[in-house]
């Protein structure tokens, strides 16, 4: 929430602009918050959006951090680069132990796409030194937010599996047909099976409704769409996948782990991000496991078989 190319803005969700004052911003909350609240017939998800839109923008230090990280302070800060360093704790150390092996660039061919299209839409010619910045990010179209977000999930998906540990082995932006957006954006072994993973960032709250996503800005059948990914490629290497998983902001959710059943014979579950590890650990109800040789020999066949977009 919030730190989305694809979620509205703490202001945008206090019906305010940007440049309003502190008090008119405290009428605008307190108002906000008679609008959205549950006992007066808003809905909760709304009223909790509220809260944290005030928990950003409420002081004046925590104001000018987030313009600052938002693009709406007169200093540039983080933009949505991938060389920007992953954040962690002041406290917490670098993690040194081994990790998942790799290969491919998770995010990578939606980030090449969302650069081709942004250069397309700023115009020739123009120069465009941050294609990241987050005010640029903020006025482009839809379709390009929607890309960046979708390589930030990616991205991010990545760091989850990676931090498994040695034990696993993952391949990220996987071909699954002939079109270069026909993909699965991971494929995880390890010692509870093989998995096919999608993860996406719709931009705000998700809900399973008989076997499929259903929200604002959900197009399509994504479920559906990860399941013929998952058997195409299933199909190419000669392996059995273990089931689907579709990974999605924490939240987007209101339960971080909710399985659904079998779609076309492939387990699958929708899960927080946090919660991913726990069920990549564990692995999907009704999943075959993978043990013994048949680990090395599934990765054989997919070392071979695997092409990435």
Known sequence: MFDSPLSASAYQVLGVEPTVDEEQLRRAYRLRLRQTHPDTGGEA????????????????????????????????GPSFSPD????????????????????????GWRRERYLDLMREW???????????????????PRLLRR??????????????????????????DVAAGRASDEKLDHVVLGPSGLYGILSEDFGGPVRV?????????????????????????ARAARVKFSGAI????????????????RVRGVPVAVV??????????????????????EVFDVRTRLQHAVRHV
């Open 246 to 261: 579709v990974v999605l902001p924490d939240e987007d959710l209101e339960q971080p782990i909710e399985e659904i059943g």
């Open 84 to 107: 920007a360093p992953a954040w962690r704790p002041p406290s917490r150390p670098a993690d040194t132990r081994p990790r998942a092996r790799s290969y491919g660039q998770p995010g």
């Open 122 to 140: 700023v115009g020739r010619g123009v120069e465009l030194p941050d294609p990241y910045d987050p005010a640029l990010v903020r006025s482009a």
């Open 209 to 233: 409704r008989r076997g499929e996503l259903a929200g604002d800005g959900i197009e399509g059948a994504p479920v559906a769409t990860l399941v013929a990914h998952v058997r195409a490629v």
């Open 272 to 293: 927080s991000r946090s919660a991913l590890s726990t069920i990549l650990r564990r692995g999907v109800t009704g999943a075959r496991e993978i043990g013994g040789n």
């Open 45 to 76: 998800s709304v009223f909790i959006q509220v809260q944290r839109a005030w928990e950003l923008v409420g002081t004046p230090d925590a104001r000018a951090a987030y313009d600052r990280g938002h693009g709406f302070g007169a200093q540039k």
């Open 147 to 172: 890309l960046l977000a979708d390589a930030l999930a990616e991205e991010a998906t990545a760091r989850v599996v990676a931090d498994l540990g040695m034990g696993y082995t993952v391949w990220h």
